[in-house]
């Protein structure tokens, strides 16, 4: 696999994809107004959202390993978003800090509870960093989209993106309960991945450049895919070749039930 990228590069880019999601914000010129891919919500309660999960996450990750989540998981008192745009700015910003300063102390190869324990990604501090930097940008492209001006994800999130769902998301020790199968991944960028889905579960590695094609191979830009992964793009959204079935079974099971 190539090597994720370093702790100091993923705290930044939380810290950047936050400002991100700030300044979508702030520019919305109507914050009640409804986020198509999250229906039941406003914008504002998007914001909300994304502010109380980050505070969870920070109490989440200073308390260190453990196989269930904290019994309480956001500081005692933990103030709500408030509707003056310029002190909602100010909330989220101090919820973005206050989850960097819990993953700068704990550092990256902390143990801490997560909820993807059967998948390739460790239960690690520096592994939920990584997965917060998605947190933002697609939420990002949330508020984007409910002002109609959505926009791609930045390329470098974007390829970070793949490699993140892949091995935290579809990844599983689970079995696979449907015909054995192979799916390549390949993106504008650069990348290509292979998920192998058999008995033993789901495995994601570099697509060797070498090797036999797979049952099905998806392409497009690195943010078209990643969108696609969150369900804010649909499957025709991708150039596929091959039996699209497997990616169908794979978007529709839970391998926790």
Known sequence: MHNTLEFPEVLRLIEDRSAAFRAAIASAPDLDVQVPACPDWTLRELAQHLGDGRRRQAFIVAAGPGAEPPAKTSPKGAPTAPRDREALDTWLAESTRLMLDALREAGPDRGCWTWWGQSQAPQTSGAVARHQIQEFAVHTYDVQ???????????????EGVDEFLTTVSATTVPWPFKPATIDLHVAEGRSWRLTLNADGVRCDDLAADAEPGDLAMRGAA??????????????????TGDTEPMEQLADWDPTA
């Open 145 to 159: 989209s409910a002002q109609g001006a959505a926009q791609p994800l930045p390329a470098d999130v974007a390829v």
């Open 223 to 240: 943010s078209e895919m990643v969108l696609y992964f969150y369900e804010r793009i649909p499957f025709d959204g991708l150039e596929t």
